[in-house]
């Protein structure tokens, strides 16, 4: 923390950060109500990103009736807004708190593997429990855990969040270190990572996702090829009742890698398929997942370009 995050233009975030801080003293079911609250919001101010997560959904749930997408949509923001509160409690949470909330199954999957003395990729992908998720494995798994991120622009906020994460969820290294990550993985580490977002045609091969093309970042197969590790599918949710959460450590994917990038990410896809069959509200619909496209293929986020979503009640 320099002199220069406490200047006027960091001032509104700070205020929000305080008012976060607070909030993690609150009662945990009285932080999911003013997220749902506030995702409610979200969903009305920002119009733009509505409108990619309408966009997704429609291609990835065609289905679904278009009352169902749309109840998905509101979910999906509801989703987001607890996902706000949850990131408070994975940065000042209390420990205990933190361990009472969660419930891990296939802890002994990743002991297994760390006990070969092979490196471990730990799979997971953009749900809205991403962060609390992190904590959650450092309040409740004995394995040491290196955790990839993407730096923030804002210094503020990284600084924030990589204080953050550090108190529970172990070291991080940024994902362009690409030579750090395989060092640690020969070391026999486990790592932990995300590579589902769309970043571009670069180490990228377009594989489907919910049937769909999308460009699908090829480095968990690379890094296991390079470092010998194992790949493990890890997936977290929201339990709908509001008890908690459920974090699944699945076992490592046999004959993997193959000789074949486009078999790979299409294995990798399923997986996070798979782990959204009980919360599909819960993965980030928000994001732009199909900006990249196939040689002539249309944009599917056209009805984005004015700012605008879809009307309500029409495809």
Not at 52 to 66: K, R
Request: with cysteine; glycine share 8%.
């Amino acid at each position: 923390m320099n002199k220069r995050l406490f200047s006027p233009k960091y001032w509104p975030l700070w205020l929000g950060l305080v008012l976060l801080r607070g909030a993690v003293l609150l009662p945990y079911r009285w932080q999911m109500k003013l997220g749902r609250y506030l995702g409610r919001v979200a969903m009305c101010v920002a119009v733009r990103r509505r409108a990619i997560a309408q966009i997704n959904i429609e291609l990835c749930y065609p289905f679904l009736s278009v009352a169902e997408r749309q109840r998905l949509v509101e979910e999906h923001f509801a989703s987001l807004g607890k996902a706000l509160f949850e990131t408070g409690l994975s940065w000042w949470g209390d420990p205990v708190r933190l361990r009472n909330l969660v419930k891990i199954e296939g802890l002994g999957n990743l002991r297994e593997a760390v006990k070969q003395g092979r490196g471990v990729i730990l799979l997971g992908a953009h749900y809205t429990t991403l962060d609390i998720s992190g904590a959650f494995m450092g309040v409740a798994c004995d394995i040491p855990i290196v955790s990839v991120y993407r730096p923030h622009e804002n210094h503020l906020l990284n600084a924030t969040i990589l204080s953050g994460r550090e108190r529970l969820s172990g070291t991080f290294i940024p994902r362009h270190e690409i030579k750090s990550m395989v060092r640690s993985l020969r070391q026999g580490k486990v790592v932990w990572f995300a590579s589902d977002q769309n970043f571009g045609h670069k180490s990228s091969v377009f594989a489907p996702f919910f049937n769909v093309p999308a460009a699908t970042n090829t480095s968990p197969a690379r890094l296991a090829k390079l470092s010998g590790a194992v790949v493990m599918p890890f997936a977290s949710r929201r339990l709908a009742d509001g008890s908690g959460y459920l974090v699944t450590i699945s076992p490592p994917l046999s004959d993997f890698p193959s000789h074949d990038l486009v078999v790979d990410m299409t294995r990798i896809n399923a997986t996070i398929e798979a782990g959204l069959k009980w919360c599909p509200e819960q993965y980030l619909w928000v994001h732009r997942r199909f900006k990249d496209r196939p040689p002539n293929s249309p944009n599917v986020y056209h009805r984005d370009k004015q700012n605008l979503s879809l009307p309500r009640g029409q495809s």
